[in-house]
C-alpha cells in the first residue's frame, strides 16, 4: 500500500503551473440513457489542444484563463456538442451527446473521433459493435472474436474457429479482458462461437503491438471489452431468436438517474431438439449458455460504484441404461468471472479506479458405472484456474502536454493441472489426487502521453512484473514507447517498440483452442516466456470520404514458447512410486522459440450508409524446440503467407441492410507422410506372405501445406419500426459458394487385386457447405 499512497502523492504534488490556468473536467454520457462514453474527443477548435474521455467517461483538461472559451465534443455516431465558457475558475461541465438522428442504433455504436493519425498508439483496431451486430455469421451467431479475425496481422485457427493467432501468437498469448477480468477460455462448441454476447458489450478494441504500459501478461495481443452499464432512464430491452440459439438483454434504471441494472442471457437448445430422437433408454446432448450481469450507483461527481459479472458453461452429457445398471458421462467447462470498481475523483486532474477481480476457468470429465449388483465405477477428471485480483490505477491530467497513467495490481493464482477422483467397488480403491499449485503474479506501471510540440506524440512506459512461483522469484522489467509524427495535418509516421513477459502458459497438442488445453503457471523448471515486438508504419485520415488508412510493418520475436513433446496430452500421468504429481506436466513440456514478422494494410470506414474495411496481410512465423523437428527451424501451424479479408455493410433504404465478407488465406503448415513401410512375415503354406506392421515416413514438421481458405458470406436485414420498437429479420448465407475448405487431411488406401500393392490417396475432411441461416431480432 506504500506504493500506491507514494504514487498518489507524487501526483497531487504536482507542481501548478501557474496560477492563470484553470482546469475543465467532468463526465460525457448519452443522452437518454445516461450511459457514460468511452473515447470522446475533447478539444479546442482549430488547435491540437485535446484529450479523450477515459474508460469511465471522464476528461480533465487544463487551459489558460480566458473570458471566452470554444470546447468541443465529439464521437463517431453522436452529434458534436459546442460549449462556450469564462474559464476564470476550475469548471465541471458535464455533457450528454444525442445519437446521430441518422443512425438506426440508438446504443453505443463506436469509439473515440480522434483522428488515427494524431495519436501515438499504432497497431490498434476498434470496431463499432453496430458493425458486430450486421456482419454475417455461421449460423447467425454474431461474434466478437470472429470479426476481429477479419483484421489485418490476425489469423483464425481452423474452419469455423473463433481462435485468434495474433503476429504469430498462439490463443495463450492474448489478454482477453471483460471489465477488468481476464477470461481464460473465451469459446463455446469447441471453439466455433466465443463466449461474448454483443448485446451487453459497449466497447470492444484490439491492440496487437505498442502495448501501453498499463497491459501485461501475454506476448501477443489485447482484447479489451467494456460492457454496458445499464439504461439510467428507463427499461430498455433487446433479444433475438435463431437457429441454434436465443438471446434476451434487459437494462433500466434501480435509481433514476443514480443507478441501473444489465442482465443479458444467452442459451442453445440443441439438446432440446434431439431429446425426441433418442431411444428410450438413452438420454444426450449438448448445450451452453451465457449470462451477463452489471449494476453501478453514482453517489455524485466524486465516487461511482460499479459490480459486473459473467457465468457461462458448456454441457455435453449422456446417460444410458442396461441390464438392469446405469452409466453416465460427459464433459463440461465454464469461465466465471466478477469485478467490484470504486471510481474516485480525487480532484479535477486526478481520477482512480480501485478494482477487486475474480476469475474462474474449470474443465471437467466424468464417468459412472453402476451395475445390477450395486458395484460402482466413478471417475472424475478436472482441471483448471482460479484468479484472485486488486487492481488500482490513477489518471492524472496535469496540463494539455501531459497525461499520466499509473498504477499496481497483484493476482493470486490456483492452477489445478490435474485433479482425478476414482472408486472402484469392485476392487474396493479409492483414489483422490490433486494437483494445485499457488503463485502470486503483480506488476508497477507507470506511463505519460506527451506532446512536446504540436506534430509530435509521445507515449511512454514502463512496467515492473513479479512472479512467485515456489522456489522461485521472477522480476522482469518491460519498456514501453510508441510515437506518431505528424508530416501534415492528415498524414502521419509511427514506430513503437515493447518488450511483455508471460507467466502463465497454455500448453496443447491440438493447436485449435480446445478446453483439454491446460493452463499452467511458470515454475522454477518453466521460464516465463518472452517477447520483443519493434514496429513502423504510416497511417492517414480522409476526413471528407470518413476513411482511414494504416499501414505497418513489425518484426517480433519470442522465446519460453511451450508445448507438449511429441506422443504427449493431458491425460498423460507418471507412472512410478509418485504416480501423479505436481510434475508430471512439466515432464510433457519443451521450450522453444519463434519469430514472426511481416506489413499489414487495413482501409476502413466506420460511419455512414456504407461503412466496412479492406485488410490485407504478408506475413511469416517460425518456430524452433531443441526436442522437435531435430532442432531445426520450421513454420508455425498457422503461419499465413497471404491473408485478405474484405467487409462491407451498406444500408439501402432505412428499412434494409446489406452485408458481405469475403476472406482468402493461405492453407495451415501441416505434417503428411511421405511413404509407408511395412513389415512382413512369410509363411509358406498359409497363404503367403501378410504385414505384421507398417511404419510412416514424415519429411521435415510442417513442410506441406493445405489448399489456399477462401469463403463468401451475405446477409440481409429487414428492419421495422413498431409501436413498442422494432424488429429485424435477417437472412444470411455462410460459405455462398460452398467452397470445399479443408478442415483436415488423412490418407486412404486402395487396394490393387492386379498388382497386390496399395496406393496411398490424400482425402480431406470439409467441415461446412453452404449453411443459410435466419434470425428474428427486437428491442424496446
Same mark, same amino acid.
Given at each position: 500500500?506504500?506504493?500506491?499512497?507514494?504514487?498518489?502523492?507524487?501526483?497531487?504534488?504536482?507542481?501548478?503551473?501557474?496560477?492563470?490556468?484553470?482546469?475543465?473536467?467532468?463526465?460525457?454520457s448519452e443522452r437518454g440513457s445516461r450511459?457514460?462514453?468511452?473515447?470522446?474527443?475533447?478539444?479546442?477548435?482549430?488547435?491540437? +489542444?485535446?484529450?479523450?474521455?477515459?474508460?469511465?467517461?471522464?476528461? =480533465?483538461?487544463?487551459?489558460?484563463?480566458?473570458?471566452?472559451?470554444t470546447l468541443a465534443f465529439s464521437y463517431?455516431?453522436?452529434?458534436?456538442?459546442?460549449?462556450?465558457?469564462?474559464?476564470?475558475?476550475?469548471?465541471?461541465?458535464?455533457?450528454?451527446?444525442?445519437?446521430?438522428?441518422?443512425? %438506426?442504433?440508438?446504443?453505443?455504436?463506436?469509439?473515440?473521433?480522434?483522428?488515427?493519425?494524431?495519436?501515438?498508439?499504432?497497431?490498434?483496431?476498434?470496431?463499432?459493435?453496430?458493425?458486430?451486430?450486421?456482419?454475417?455469421?455461421?449460423?447467425?451467431?454474431?461474434?466478437?472474436?470472429?470479426?476481429?479475425?477479419?483484421?489485418?496481422?490476425?489469423?483464425?485457427?481452423?474452419?469455423?474457429?473463433?481462435?485468434?493467432? +495474433?503476429?504469430?501468437?498462439?490463443?495463450?498469448?492474448?489478454?482477453?479482458?471483460?471489465?477488468?477480468? +481476464?477470461?481464460?477460455?473465451?469459446?463455446?462448441?469447441?471453439?466455433?462461437? =466465443?463466449?461474448?454476447?454483443?448485446?451487453?458489450?459497449?466497447?470492444?478494441?484490439?491492440?496487437?503491438?505498442?502495448?501501453?504500459?498499463?497491459?501485461?501478461?501475454?506476448?501477443?495481443?489485447?482484447?479489451?471489452?467494456?460492457?454496458?452499464?445499464?439504461? $439510467?432512464?428507463?427499461?430498455?430491452?433487446?433479444?433475438?431468436?435463431?437457429?441454434?440459439?436465443?438471446?434476451?438483454?434487459?437494462?433500466?434504471?434501480?435509481?433514476?438517474?443514480?443507478?441501473?441494472?444489465?442482465?443479458? !442471457?444467452?442459451?442453445?437448445? /440443441?439438446?432440446?431438439?434431439?431429446? @425426441?430422437?433418442?431411444? $428410450?433408454?438413452?438420454?444426450?446432448?449438448?448445450?451452453?449458455?451465457?449470462?451477463?450481469?452489471?449494476?453501478?450507483?453514482?453517489?455524485?461527481?466524486?465516487?461511482?460504484?460499479?459490480?459486473?459479472?459473467?457465468?457461462?458453461?458448456?454441457?455435453?452429457?449422456?446417460?444410458?441404461?442396461?441390464?438392469?445398471?446405469?452409466?453416465?458421462?460427459?464433459?463440461?467447462?465454464?469461465? /466465471?468471472?466478477?469485478?467490484?470498481?470504486?471510481?474516485?475523483?480525487?480532484?479535477?486532474?486526478?481520477?482512480?479506479?480501485?478494482?477487486?477481480?475474480?476469475?474462474?476457468?474449470?474443465?471437467?470429465?466424468?464417468? *459412472?458405472?453402476?451395475?445390477?449388483?450395486?458395484?460402482?465405477?466413478?471417475?472424475?477428471?478436472?482441471?483448471?484456474?482460479?484468479? &484472485?485480483? #486488486?487492481?488500482?490505477?490513477?489518471?492524472?491530467?496535469?496540463?494539455?502536454?501531459?497525461?499520466?497513467?499509473?498504477?499496481?495490481?497483484?493476482?493470486?493464482?490456483?492452477?489445478?493441472?490435474?485433479?482425478?477422483?476414482?472408486?472402484?467397488?469392485?476392487?474396493?480403491?479409492?483414489?483422490?489426487?490433486?494437483?494445485?499449485?499457488?503463485?502470486?503474479?503483480?506488476?508497477?506501471?507507470?506511463?505519460?502521453?506527451? %506532446?512536446?510540440?504540436?506534430?509530435?506524440?509521445?507515449?511512454?512506459?514502463?512496467?515492473?512484473?513479479?512472479?512467485?512461483?515456489?522456489?522461485?522469484?521472477?522480476?522482469?522489467?518491460?519498456?514501453?514507447?510508441?510515437?506518431?509524427?505528424?508530416?501534415?495535418?492528415?498524414?502521419?509516421?509511427?514506430?513503437?517498440?515493447?518488450?511483455?513477459?508471460?507467466?502463465?502458459?497454455?500448453?496443447?497438442?491440438?493447436?485449435?483452442?480446445?478446453?483439454?488445453?491446460?493452463?499452467? @503457471?511458470?515454475?522454477?523448471?518453466?521460464?516465463? *516466456?518472452?517477447?520483443?515486438?519493434? /514496429?513502423?508504419?504510416?497511417?492517414?485520415?480522409?476526413?471528407?470520404?470518413?476513411?482511414?488508412?494504416?499501414?505497418?510493418?513489425?518484426?517480433? %520475436?519470442?522465446?519460453?514458447?511451450?508445448?507438449?513433446?511429441?506422443?504427449?496430452?493431458?491425460?498423460?500421468?507418471?507412472?512410478?512410486?509418485?504416480?501423479?504429481?505436481?510434475?508430471?506436466?512439466?515432464?510433457?513440456?519443451?521450450?522453444?522459440?519463434?519469430?514472426?514478422?511481416?506489413?499489414?494494410?487495413?482501409?476502413?470506414?466506420? &460511419?455512414?450508409? #456504407?461503412?466496412?474495411?479492406?485488410?490485407?496481410?504478408?506475413?511469416?512465423?517460425?518456430?524452433?524446440?531443441?526436442?522437435?523437428?531435430?532442432?531445426?527451424?520450421?513454420?508455425?501451424?498457422?503461419?499465413?503467407?497471404?491473408?485478405?479479408?474484405?467487409?462491407?455493410?451498406?444500408?439501402?433504404?432505412?428499412?434494409?441492410t446489406i452485408s458481405g465478407t469475403w +476472406?482468402? !488465406?493461405?492453407?495451415?503448415?501441416?505434417?503428411?507422410?511421405?511413404?509407408?513401410?511395412?513389415?512382413?512375415?512369410?509363411?509358406?503354406?498359409?497363404?503367403?506372405?501378410?504385414?505384421?506392421?507398417?511404419?510412416?515416413?514424415?519429411?521435415?514438421?510442417?513442410?506441406?501445406?493445405?489448399?489456399?481458405?477462401?469463403?463468401?458470406?451475405?446477409?440481409?436485414?429487414?428492419?421495422?419500426?413498431?409501436?413498442?420498437?422494432?424488429?429485424?429479420?435477417?437472412?444470411?448465407?455462410?460459405?455462398?459458394?460452398?467452397?470445399?475448405?479443408? #478442415?483436415?487431411?488423412?490418407?486412404?488406401?486402395?487396394?490393387?487385386?492386379?498388382?497386390?500393392?496399395?496406393?496411398?490417396?490424400?482425402?480431406?475432411?470439409?467441415?461446412?457447405?453452404?449453411?443459410?441461416?435466419?434470425?428474428?431480432?427486437?428491442?424496446?
Open positions: 500500500m506504500k506504493i500506491l499512497y507514494s504514487i498518489a502523492l507524487l501526483f497531487i504534488c504536482f507542481p501548478v503551473f501557474s496560477q492563470t490556468r484553470y482546469t475543465i473536467s467532468g463526465y460525457v450511459e457514460l462514453l468511452i473515447g470522446v474527443n475533447v478539444y479546442q477548435p482549430g488547435t491540437s +489542444v485535446g484529450t479523450v474521455t477515459n474508460n469511465y467517461g471522464f476528461y =480533465s483538461i487544463t487551459l489558460p484563463a480566458t473570458d471566452t472559451l463517431v455516431g453522436y452529434q458534436p456538442e459546442l460549449r462556450k465558457i469564462a474559464l476564470n475558475r476550475n469548471v465541471e461541465l458535464n455533457i450528454e451527446l444525442l445519437s446521430d438522428i441518422q443512425l %438506426k442504433e440508438v446504443e453505443v455504436v463506436a469509439k473515440r473521433q480522434e483522428r488515427i493519425s494524431e495519436s501515438p498508439q499504432m497497431s490498434v483496431v476498434e470496431v463499432p459493435v453496430a458493425q458486430i451486430k450486421d456482419i454475417p455469421a455461421l449460423l447467425g451467431e454474431k461474434d466478437v472474436l470472429k470479426v476481429l479475425q477479419l483484421m489485418p496481422g490476425v489469423q483464425k485457427g481452423s474452419e469455423g474457429n473463433s481462435g485468434l493467432y +495474433v503476429r504469430g501468437g498462439g490463443p495463450d498469448q492474448n489478454l482477453i479482458i471483460l471489465d477488468d477480468a +481476464v477470461v481464460y477460455n473465451a469459446y463455446h462448441l469447441f471453439g466455433f462461437f =466465443s463466449l461474448f454476447n454483443g448485446d451487453a458489450l459497449k466497447s470492444v478494441e484490439l491492440t496487437k503491438g505498442g502495448f501501453p504500459a498499463r497491459f501485461g501478461g501475454r506476448l501477443s495481443s489485447v482484447v479489451e471489452m467494456n460492457m454496458k452499464e445499464g439504461n $439510467k432512464e428507463k427499461l430498455h430491452g433487446e433479444g433475438g431468436i435463431g437457429l441454434i440459439s436465443s438471446r434476451l438483454t434487459l437494462e433500466g434504471p434501480l435509481k433514476k438517474e443514480k443507478s441501473s441494472f444489465l442482465i443479458s !442471457g444467452r442459451r442453445t437448445y /440443441a439438446d432440446a431438439l434431439i431429446r @425426441p430422437f433418442m431411444p $428410450k433408454d438413452e438420454k444426450g446432448g449438448y448445450y451452453f449458455y451465457d449470462l451477463n450481469t452489471k449494476v453501478n450507483y453514482d453517489f455524485g461527481r466524486k465516487n461511482k460504484l460499479y459490480l459486473s459479472g459473467y457465468f457461462g458453461q458448456d454441457r455435453f452429457f449422456y446417460r444410458s441404461k442396461y441390464d438392469g445398471g446405469t452409466e453416465k458421462a460427459g464433459f463440461n467447462w465454464g469461465n /466465471a468471472t466478477g469485478t467490484l470498481r470504486w471510481n474516485h475523483l480525487f480532484s479535477e486532474r486526478l481520477f482512480a479506479n480501485t478494482s477487486l477481480i475474480f476469475s474462474n476457468y474449470r474443465f471437467n470429465i466424468y464417468s *459412472q458405472e453402476k451395475d445390477r449388483d450395486g458395484a460402482e465405477y466413478n471417475l472424475d477428471y478436472f482441471s483448471g484456474i482460479r484468479d &484472485i485480483g #486488486f487492481k488500482y490505477d490513477l489518471d492524472f491530467f496535469p496540463n494539455p502536454k501531459h497525461a499520466f497513467k499509473a498504477g499496481v495490481l497483484s493476482t493470486y493464482h490456483r492452477f489445478t493441472p490435474s485433479a482425478i477422483v476414482l472408486k472402484d467397488s469392485d476392487v474396493n480403491e479409492f483414489k483422490r489426487e490433486i494437483d494445485a499449485i499457488h503463485v502470486v503474479e503483480s506488476g508497477v506501471y507507470v506511463e505519460d502521453l506527451y %506532446k512536446p510540440i504540436p506534430q509530435l506524440r509521445i507515449n511512454a512506459g514502463f512496467r515492473l512484473s513479479h512472479f512467485a512461483a515456489k522456489h522461485k522469484q521472477y522480476l522482469r522489467p518491460e519498456p514501453r514507447l510508441s510515437a506518431s509524427y505528424g508530416l501534415r495535418n492528415d498524414l502521419s509516421v509511427k514506430a513503437s517498440y515493447a518488450v511483455m513477459n508471460q507467466y502463465v502458459h497454455l500448453i496443447s497438442n491440438t493447436g485449435i483452442g480446445l478446453p483439454t488445453d491446460l493452463w499452467v @503457471p511458470t515454475t522454477s523448471r518453466i521460464a516465463p *516466456q518472452q517477447s520483443q515486438q519493434v /514496429a513502423a508504419g504510416l497511417a492517414k485520415d480522409f476526413t471528407e470520404q470518413g476513411l482511414t488508412l494504416t499501414l505497418e510493418g513489425y518484426y517480433k %520475436k519470442s522465446k519460453n514458447i511451450l508445448g507438449y513433446k511429441e506422443g504427449a496430452s493431458f491425460l498423460l500421468i507418471e507412472d512410478g512410486p509418485e504416480g501423479a504429481n505436481e510434475v508430471s506436466w512439466e515432464n510433457n513440456v519443451t521450450a522453444g522459440k519463434g519469430w514472426s514478422y511481416g506489413v499489414e494494410f487495413l482501409l476502413q470506414k466506420k &460511419i455512414g450508409r #456504407f461503412s466496412g474495411w479492406a485488410g490485407y496481410t504478408l506475413s511469416w512465423t517460425q518456430l524452433q524446440f531443441d526436442s522437435l523437428n531435430f532442432g531445426k527451424k520450421y513454420y508455425a501451424r498457422y503461419d499465413r503467407r497471404h491473408d485478405i479479408s474484405l467487409v462491407g455493410i451498406y444500408e439501402l433504404t432505412p428499412k434494409i +476472406v482468402y !488465406g493461405t492453407g495451415n503448415a501441416i505434417t503428411l507422410p511421405l511413404g509407408e513401410y511395412f513389415a512382413y512375415e512369410h509363411r509358406p503354406g498359409r497363404g503367403g506372405s501378410f504385414a505384421l506392421a507398417s511404419q510412416n515416413d514424415y519429411g521435415p514438421k510442417n513442410s506441406s501445406r493445405m489448399a489456399a481458405y477462401h469463403r463468401l458470406d451475405f446477409g440481409i436485414q429487414f428492419h421495422k419500426k413498431k409501436r413498442w420498437g422494432e424488429r429485424t429479420w435477417e437472412i444470411s448465407l455462410y460459405n455462398a459458394y460452398s467452397r470445399k475448405n479443408p #478442415f483436415f487431411y488423412f490418407i486412404d488406401y486402395k487396394y490393387d487385386d492386379k498388382t497386390q500393392t496399395q496406393e496411398g490417396i490424400l482425402k480431406q475432411i470439409t467441415l461446412f457447405p453452404i449453411i443459410p441461416s435466419f434470425s428474428y431480432s427486437f428491442k424496446f
